[in-house]
C-alpha cells in the first residue's frame, strides 16, 4: 500500500531532474554549476542545523512537512533533500559532466520506481526492500540512460543502471541518495577509464 505522503515524497522526488538536466542543458562547466550549486547545498546543511537546533525553525518543519519525512528525518537525521544536493555536489566535482548527469538521473529516478514498485506489487522481500521494486528501478533507468544517448558505452550504462540499484537495495546506514550517485558514478567512470 502507498500511503499519499509517499507517494507526494516521491513525486518530489522525480524533481531532483532538474539538477542533472539543469547541468546537461545549461551550464558548460561543472564550476558553473558548483558556483549555483554550492551554495545551495550550505544553505540545506544550515536548515538541518537550524531544523534540530531551532525551535522556530523546527515548528515549521513539524507544521509543513512533518508527515513527509521519514522517522530518522523527524529524529534529527538529514533529510532525502539535503542529502540530494550533497551527492550532486559531490558527483558534479568529481565526475565528468556525462557520468554525473547519468548517475544523478538514476538516483532521482530509479530509486522512485524500486520505491513504487515495491510497495505495489513487491513480494520478493530482501530487508526492508524488495526484488521487485529493484528490477523495476534497474530496467526504467537502463531505459533512460540508452535513450540519453550522452556517449557512453552501452555496457558502462548497463553497469552503471545495476549498481544503481544493487546498493539501492543493499540495507546501508548511509541514505541512498547519496550512495546511488556515488556508487553508480564510481563504477562508470572506472569502466569508462579502461574501455576508453
Known amino acids: 500500500m502507498i500511503y499519499k505522503s ?34 545551495i547545498t550550505l544553505f540545506a546543511l544550515i536548515i538541518e ?30 533529510t532525502g533533500a539535503t542529502w540530494v544536493f550533497i551527492a550532486s555536489t559531490i558527483s558534479i566535482a568529481v565526475f565528468p559532466k556525462e557520468i554525473a ?18 510497495r505495489k506489487i513487491g513480494k520478493i522481500k530482501f530487508y526492508n526492500k524488495t526484488l521487485e521494486g529493484a528490477f523495476a528501478g534497474f530496467v526504467i533507468c537502463l531505459i533512460i540512460g540508452l535513450l540519453m544517448d550522452l556517449g557512453l558505452p552501452n555496457i558502462v550504462i548497463i553497469f552503471g543502471a545495476l549498481s544503481a540499484m544493487i546498493i539501492e537495495l543493499i540495507p546501508v546506514s548511509i541514505d541512498d541518495n547519496l550512495t546511488i550517485p556515488l556508487f553508480s558514478g564510481t563504477i562508470m567512470y572506472t569502466m569508462s577509464f579502461f574501455l576508453v
Open 101 to 118: 548527469v547519468i548517475s544523478l538521473v538514476f538516483m532521482a529516478i530509479g530509486d522512485t520506481t524500486a520505491g513504487l514498485i515495491g
Open 6 to 39: 509517499e507517494l507526494l515524497r516521491k513525486l518530489i522526488h522525480l524533481c531532483n531532474l532538474i539538477i542533472p538536466f539543469t547541468y546537461l542543458f545549461y551550464f558548460h562547466s561543472k564550476i558553473e554549476a558548483l558556483i549555483v550549486l554550492g551554495p
Open 49 to 78: 542545523y537550524l531544523r534540530t537546533n531551532s525551535y522556530r525553525v523546527k515548528n515549521i518543519f513539524n507544521k509543513y512537512l512533518f508527515a513527509m519525512l521519514r522517522k530518522h528525518e523527524k529524529n534529527g537525521k538529514y
